[in-house]
């Protein structure tokens, strides 16, 4: 099987998943879907495996050029939040937050095999991004989400989906801090998810690519 055939059985494994964690969430409760960035970034990941699947074989490049888009933030914004789970609000959390993010369907689905699935298929398998601009698309979604979530909290038209967007609960510099770190974060991940599929995809020109 080539590496295009890969992506695909792996896009349809990740929008399979997707869909059904995205449904038990829903079920569970859908008040604050739209408030979380595993939530958003799983949506924006199910739709660029769709669009993977259903342009599969286009030969329009400007349509090509927009799925690998798509998908480069899809599997960004999963990095990021990979990351952050695994690396902070488990270790922080111990138990109980491993109970809250990993004890449930959508919970697993979308904190772990989603992003795992997708990830590895854009790394490894995917035809990627290939202008240096394209690590804006992950950094400014990311931007807008947390300006999005501070204004929402401060307005108090919405409760904070995580501590760092409790606007009232914390000084201003440390809010300040917060939203450095994350946007340090995204670029970090934007520019190594892109390094990594360059490299990987070259690798695999050089020894005959698929397409």
């Not at 599929?197 to 020894?207: E, F």
Request: proline content about 2%.
């Amino acid at each position: 099987m080539n590496r295009r055939r890969i992506a695909l059985v792996l896009n349809i494994a990740a929008l399979i998943a997707g869909v059904v964690g995205i449904v038990f969430r829903i079920v569970r409760n859908f008040d604050d879907f739209f408030l979380y960035y595993t939530q958003l970034s799983n949506v924006a990941a199910v739709i660029s495996s769709a669009m993977y699947i259903i342009f599969f074989n286009s030969d329009n490049e400007r349509v090509r050029a927009f799925v690998r888009g798509a998908r480069y933030l899809g599997a960004c914004g999963l990095t990021l939040t990979f990351i952050v789970v695994m690396c902070v609000f488990l270790p922080v959390g111990g138990a109980d937050a491993a109970g809250k993010l990993l004890a449930t369907i959508n919970g697993i689905l979308h904190h772990s095999v989603c992003p795992v699935l997708s990830i590895v298929s854009y790394l490894f398998f995917e035809e990627g991004v290939r202008s240096r601009k394209a690590v804006l698309i992950p950094i400014v979604a990311t931007a807008v989400y947390a300006f999005t979530l501070y204004t929402l909290n401060f307005l108090r038209l919405a409760k904070a989906p995580y501590p760092f967007f409790e606007v009232y609960e914390h000084e201003i510099f440390e809010l300040i801090l917060w939203f450095v770190g994350m946007i340090l974060l995204t670029v970090g991940i934007a520019v190594a998810v892109r390094l990594v599929n360059l490299k990987v995809s070259r690798k695999s020109a050089g020894g005959g690519n698929d397409r």
